[in-house]
Nanobody, 126 residues
Framework: QVQLVESGGGVVQAGGSLRLSCAAS????????MGWFRQAPGKDREFVAS????????NYRDSVKGRFIISRDNAKNAAYLQMTNLRPEDTAVYYC???????????????????WGQGTQVTVSS
C-alpha cells in the first residue's frame, strides 16, 4: 500500500517558521516529482511548490518565493517544505503529492500527481 504521510504542521505566529516533512512508503519515490499543495477553508486546493526527481528543478507559487524552500532526500524516500516568514494567509491544510508520469519535471498541476497524503494543518496567527 502506497502512503504519503505529512508531518510538521502546527500553530505559529506571523514571521515564524515551520518545516513540513513527507514520508513515502510502499513504493520508491526516487523517480517521482514531489509537490506540496494547500487548501484553506472555503478555497480550492492550490499549488505551493514542487521538485523533480533529481532536485535540479523546483517550482514555486509567486506568493511563497523567497520564503519557502522545497527539498527531497531520495535515500530516505522523503520530501520537505521549509517555510519561513510565515503569514496569516499561509494558513491551510498542506498536502504532499507524488507523480511518476513526469518525474523529470517540477509539476504544478494537481491532476498530474497520482499519490496524495492526508494533509497537515498549518495555522499562522497574526
Amino acid at each position: 500500500q502506497v502512503q504519503l504521510v505529512e508531518s510538521g504542521g502546527g500553530v505559529v505566529q506571523a514571521g515564524g517558521s515551520l518545516r513540513l516533512s513527507c514520508a513515502a512508503s510502499g513504493r520508491i519515490f526516487n523517480a517521482a516529482a514531489m509537490g506540496w499543495f494547500r487548501q484553506a477553508p472555503g478555497k480550492d486546493r492550490e499549488f505551493v511548490a514542487s521538485i523533480n526527481w533529481n532536485s535540479d528543478q523546483t517550482n514555486y507559487r509567486d506568493s511563497v518565493k523567497g520564503r519557502f524552500i522545497i527539498s527531497r532526500d531520495n535515500a530516505k524516500n522523503a520530501a520537505y517544505l521549509q517555510m519561513t516568514n510565515l503569514r496569516p494567509e499561509d494558513t491551510a491544510v498542506y498536502y504532499c503529492a507524488g507523480g511518476f508520469r513526469f518525474g523529470g519535471v517540477a509539476l504544478d498541476l494537481a491532476t498530474l500527481y497520482e499519490y496524495w497524503g492526508q494533509g497537515t494543518q498549518v495555522t499562522v496567527s497574526s
